[in-house]
């Protein structure tokens, strides 16, 4: 599989020095066609996060209400990339 250079920015408040994060992330909302990704089969969340870091993807944006946490999750896992390589960023409601 071919990587896919994403361009970075970088962090200035965060604990580790010169750290980088992906200016572009895989959204894991389905926002066309009125998808519920609640409703997003474990598998099918644990695929398409699994294809995103074997092309070089390395963020995540999604909300705590999607409820795919866990196929993101196996997907780093089974991926062997190192958790702190990656990053998930999440939105809470009220």
Same mark, same amino acid.
């Given at each position: 599989? *071919?990587?896919?250079?994403? $361009?970075?920015?970088?962090? *200035?408040? !965060?604990?580790?020095?010169?750290?980088?994060?992906?200016?572009?992330?895989?959204?894991?909302? !389905?926002?066309? #066609? #009125? !998808?519920? $990704?609640?409703?997003?089969?474990?598998?099918?969340?644990?695929?398409?996060?699994?294809?995103?870091?074997?092309?070089? #993807?390395?963020?995540? =944006? #999604?909300? =705590?209400?999607?409820?795919?946490?866990?196929?993101?999750?196996?997907?780093? *896992?089974?991926?062997?990339?190192?958790?702190?390589?990656?990053?998930?960023?999440? *939105?809470?409601?009220?």
């Amino acid at each position: 599989s *071919k990587h896919v250079p994403i $361009p970075a920015v970088e962090l *200035k408040n !965060c604990a580790r020095e010169k750290t980088f994060m992906p200016a572009v992330g895989l959204g894991t909302g !389905c926002s066309v #066609g #009125g !998808c519920d $990704p609640r409703k997003l089969a474990p598998m099918a969340s644990f695929n398409m996060s699994f294809q995103w870091l074997k092309i070089g #993807g390395r963020r995540f =944006d #999604g909300a =705590d209400s999607y409820g795919i946490e866990p196929g993101i999750g196996k997907a780093i *896992k089974m991926s062997g990339i190192p958790r702190e390589e990656v990053f998930i960023v999440s *939105k809470t409601g009220p």
